[in-house]
């Protein structure tokens, strides 16, 4: 364990002095590639003004609430889905066909429909998420080994039972790795709306990085953009990861 923290930790320092490295060579000005230290100096005067705490609680609440919402909805359509043909024909269709469309392109419709509001940013984020969890959650089930509703039939379970005890339990590995993918394009389109609606009622960490923009301020770009890689990788190891471990100990698949 010890070795692969100081392996991990020896690359992530090799890549900040090449990052100083590259900033002294003067390859691009300043003002395009700041140095880690620039970076640093954003962050902590941005963490001493409330200003970086802020931004990141309002962006986290929009998250939360738009992926919460998303998983309600997908969840069960995904399980239809995977259920009963016609679903398969209209509504995994649909996913499919809505999935391969980014996110920002939902923006000016929330824009039309509902303004600049809050309403906005929460439709965006749904819609980048319940596509992606429906079809995760129709693969997860598919998957399935036959074998197992029929041994299970023939010991007398059936309907609802058969669904709670044996096929959700089966597809929880394909159903964990499809509400990451939906994580990610969560936060993928809380930026597109953030960068795009701007709102009186909190401003997020993507409205710091559109100032950051139009202020020519990359080292508030780099340092929101870290922020950004932080808060994933906490939720990741804290939410996730904990999960994926009870999973492959129950299924003997776990690493030694």
Partial sequence: MMARW???????????????????????????????????????????????????????????????????????????????????????????????????????????????????????????????????????????????TRAARSMGSTGFHTWTHVVLPAALPFLLSGMKQSWAFAWRSLMAAEIYVTILTGFGLGHLLHYGRELNAMDQVIGVMLVIVLIGLTVDKTLFAPIERSLHRRWGTARQ
């Fill in 6 to 148: 100081l392996a991990a930790s020896a690359f992530f320092i090799a890549l900040i002095v090449a990052w100083q490295l590259l900033v002294a060579a003067k390859i691009w000005s300043p003002l395009l590639v700041p140095s880690p230290w620039s970076v640093l100096e954003y962050l902590r005067s941005a963490v001493e003004d409330g200003t970086l705490w802020e931004s990141a609680l309002v962006t986290v609440r929009r998250l939360l609430a738009g992926y919460g919402l998303g998983i309600l909805v997908g969840l069960p359509l995904g399980l239809l889905t995977a259920s009963f043909r016609w679903c398969q024909d209209t509504i995994g269709i649909l996913a499919l066909g809505l999935q391969t469309l980014p996110s920002v392109c939902w923006v000016p419709l929330a824009l039309l429909w509902f303004g600049q509001t809050e309403a906005a940013m929460l439709f965006v984020v749904v819609m980048g998420t319940v596509w992606s969890l429906i079809i995760a959650t129709d693969n997860g089930v598919r998957t399935i080994p036959p074998i197992y």
